[in-house]
């Protein structure tokens, strides 16, 4: 493929990444209390005032990242809203939790700040931990900094200590399970707290790294042939739906994430592993030969899913591909991964941008029709897609910048 | 409309109803621990192992109903199973709940019985009082029908006292709500225990009773042109999503409870109410003009739900509908309810039995069809579909046992 055809695939990603920005900054923001309205109909408009956490931190975490490292969103609006999020989060976002001395993270939270839902999982933390971490990279405020790692010390009890805390009962038929989402999002922790960070603090976070890597790995399953999402904590296949569930994208997802570790270590066959089985297998397996698409949930024996939406396309599965693809690519420069890009891209740019109204629709039918029409909800907000396109732009930019190696 | 049509209905009831029973007859027992597998794919084979703890309980009271009423069912090894399905609840289900002395039940259980998950709601404890009370009535055990009557006062006293032991943190945003499935289930467990009880019972009951019917008339909104599914305990309309839903299914519901005490209590404007308000609203907003069948969900302003299933076509609010339609019918004889029983049996008749292996798919899309294959999961068991034919087919053989009235 040629240098024209990324420079094509680079201008409508910065195209929709510009679109995107402008669609959050036009219609999330809170003047009044501060924070993000993530309920954002077609048009724009509010339709629930609920302050979603996962996507508070998300949303701080990502206007961060857009002002610190792209020179055209180094706007001072975008740094406002950010540290507005910031300040909303800090100063609601805490409850005291079942372990003595513990905090917890809300889930959802009412306009003005009082919690309405905990959770009894970890991600509103990691999402509060993303969000303060890169917020204190833009701010440069220490006691911010301090506090992403104060809740991450916690946040690894639970996880590998005692996880009494979370306030889940403890039940004999609840088997601990690695549940994949667990190690990515400790992964993706220990990247955000440790990039551009000195030996002392990579060091800090190298074991944990590694255990990450190694819990990731154990969802390979059936002799190489599939990911699947739960597995018990000793890395054996588990009985029933529970074990056999596959979610094709965040096995990509995980598979860049591994990917971006390979390319630190410097370690081939991480890399080789990372796009065989955690980026081609989800490819085999959860993109639909019929109508295009990867589907949410499949069956590893075929089963039908218990999960109603199991057969929909999903926005954010799509963006997770065209990062694994293209980063894939970038390292090691083979066509059959530009190829895969370029296949998820014509589905994705064919059927979840808005072109009327901007931004993208986030839930299609398993044919490719919009089944619900808002641009933001309780989980859709302003992060996949941005976190995509930006991605994916810098990735092009990088491989347009050094055109000497071939394409 | 003949009475030959209200034979050809019935008729085509009755031999779905047959096929029903043999189904789960043949496929979803567990003659090692008891109990009964509801995970059953579309031939009857067991896809999943776990124990849905209302599904136990529904199937458990269904069966024992069956068996205690009707002449074809009064079979040894349907009393055989609904015991078995009895031990299994009485010797697994509860577990120390949150409360000094209280007791939960499990929402989930292991094939052999370990508790795997505890909601914090009271539906669980409802399902389980349904199947103790109803066994009682077929074995003659005491001590099984004192059970149910301690365990119903516990869940009394969370509904209308201190809700504490259900075990969901006291938050600051999380106001207190009137959800219509929490007094829809009180009234419907109110008239399982009162059920040809004498005035004793009758009387315990009464002010409950009332206080059920008086909560679900405060999901009347909108002046009257909506039912609501959560309202403030005011029984005023709540902000946003929440506050907006619709679910036309447990409307109608709602509705034939509603009707069954109208006829009780012989008040002809709750009979009224019951049928212009929770019958004809719910199918006039929720039926799908284009393709036929009730929405899942619907926004009462028209923004979309949040809910990703939203806009599927599912098995039970059908099977609402259609109790709801006839006994409506059967109850004022009014033709225009016995057209929307038969416009409703029609949708119903054609999209969800499975000709060709016994039984009724559960989840269409909008379009009708399958999406989901399986004849049982983690909320279809034996229930809807069983109950929504054996009301109808004794409405019906009332109604043509008494043919001197006019249909």
Redesign the interface.
């Known amino acids: 493929m040629s240098a024209v055809k990324l420079e094509e695939f680079r201008e409508r990603i910065r195209k929709e990444l510009d679109t995107t920005v402008d669609f959050w900054l036009q219609h999330s923001h809170d003047p009044l209390h501060g924070g993000f309205f993530t309920?954002l109909?077609?048009d724009g408009e509010v339709?629930?005032?609920?302050k979603y956490v996962w996507l508070q931190g998300r949303q701080v975490w990502m206007y961060c990242r857009l002002y610190r490292t792209m020179d055209r969103f180094h706007r001072p609006e975008i740094l406002e809203a950010a540290k507005a999020g910031g300040a909303f989060l800090r100063k609601f976002t805490r409850?005291p939790g079942a372990g003595s001395g513990q905090w917890k993270c809300?889930f959802?939270?009412?306009r003005d700040g009082?919690?309405?839902?905990?959770q009894r999982t970890i991600f509103s933390e990691c999402f509060y931990i993303l969000a303060m971490d890169e917020l204190s990279r833009v701010t440069g405020d220490k006691d911010m900094q301090l506090e992403a790692e104060q809740m991450m010390e916690q946040l690894i009890s639970w996880v590998r200590g005692d996880p009494a805390g979370l306030?889940r009962?403890q039940?004999?038929?609840?088997v601990p399970t690695n549940s994949m989402a667990v190690p990515m999002m400790l992964l993706c922790l220990v990247q955000q707290l440790t990039e551009g960070g000195g030996a002392e603090v990579v060091q800090k976070y190298t074991e944990l790294a590694s255990w990450c890597v190694q819990q990731i790995l154990q969802h390979i399953q059936r002799g190489g042939t599939a990911i699947l999402e739960n597995v018990s904590v000793d890395g054996a296949e588990l009985?029933?739906?529970q074990g056999r569930l596959q979610n094709p994208g965040h096995a990509l997802e995980a598979g860049w994430f591994l990917l971006q570790v390979s390319a630190q270590q410097k370690d081939e066959a991480l890399q080789r592993t990372a796009i065989d089985k955690f980026m081609e297998l989800p490819y085999q397996n959860g993109w639909d030969k019929e109508h295009g698409g990867l589907f949410y949930f499949l069956?590893v024996d075929g089963?039908?899913?218990?999960q109603?939406?199991?057969?929909?396309k999903l926005w954010w599965p799509h963006c997770e591909a065209l990062i694994a693809f293209l980063m894939a690519y970038s390292h090691t420069r083979e066509p059959a991964l530009l190829h895969r890009f370029s296949e998820v891209f014509e589905y994705t740019f064919k059927n979840f941008p808005d072109a009327q109204k901007g931004e993208w629709f986030g839930?299609l039918?398993?044919e490719g029709k919009v089944?619900?029409?808002?641009k933001g909800?309780?989980f859709k907000g302003f992060f996949h897609v941005p976190r995509c396109l930006y991605m994916c732009e810098r990735i092009l930019d990088d491989m347009l910048a050094n055109k000497d190696r071939a394409f």
């Open positions: 309920c109909g077609r339709y629930d005032e609920l409850v809300a959802s939270l009412t009082k919690a309405v839902k905990i306030g009962p039940l004999p038929g609840d009985p029933g739906c069956d089963h039908c899913p218990t109603l939406e199991w057969n929909m839930y039918t398993q089944a619900l029409d808002f909800g309780p």
